[in-house]
């Protein structure tokens, strides 16, 4: 379980995250929507420790992680899977999984063969370079990379960015089954509504770094509140 009571985050001077608080419990994929430049990114940069908060509280299972560094953070199973993807382009498919494994120190790594199970095409291109992948296999790539880690909790900065609707679609159908056979909870990212109302549950609208709408996805939906505050 997740919880967020009331954070701040700032770049320098500015603000981005404004007294917001969320949960995200075991047993779901939790969708974090907004516009362009919200501070969706920013959120879960800050919850897997990457950026330092200025107040508020980030728990994690049960424990206070808001000060903890982002090794320690990762240790506990919190893995981000960031916007861009960040593979290593001249490491192999193999390496990339392997920088995986280290990101975690202290856990005990996922079964290979489950990630491959996932993303089969992964252990076809094991000794090619990352940075000859496709888009989409780049980010089955980040996908796989975050799964050696054993999460506890996933956090997925728009995976659909940049890659071809074939692909985004199959993600759509992995992504639950992640969810449902690692019993992992998900914090998803994304602009693309289809994706998310075919894999979240419930979801949180931001705008300027504050919570605007919380609910069930098909709510938020139905009653034209994400057309209302992202336009889409
Ligand atoms: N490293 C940084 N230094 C200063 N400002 C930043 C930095 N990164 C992001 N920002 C600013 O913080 C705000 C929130 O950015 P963030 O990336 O969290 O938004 P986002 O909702 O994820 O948007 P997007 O969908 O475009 O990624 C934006 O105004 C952005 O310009």
Redesign the pocket.
Known sequence: MLTIDALNVS??E?R?INDLSLNCSDDEILAVL?R???????LLRAIAGVLESDSGTITFDGEDVTDSPPHERARRGITLIP?GREIFPDLTVDENLQMGTYAATGRTPLDRERVYEYFPILEERLEQKGGTLSGGQQQMLAIGRGLVTNPELILLD?PSEGIQPSIVKQIGEILPEIHRKEDVPVVI?E?NIELVSSVADRGYIIENGRIVEEGDIRRLQDEGLIQKHIGI
């Open positions: 770049y320098g500015t981005i907004g362009n430049g919200m501070g969706k990114t920013t916007q728009e990212v602009q």
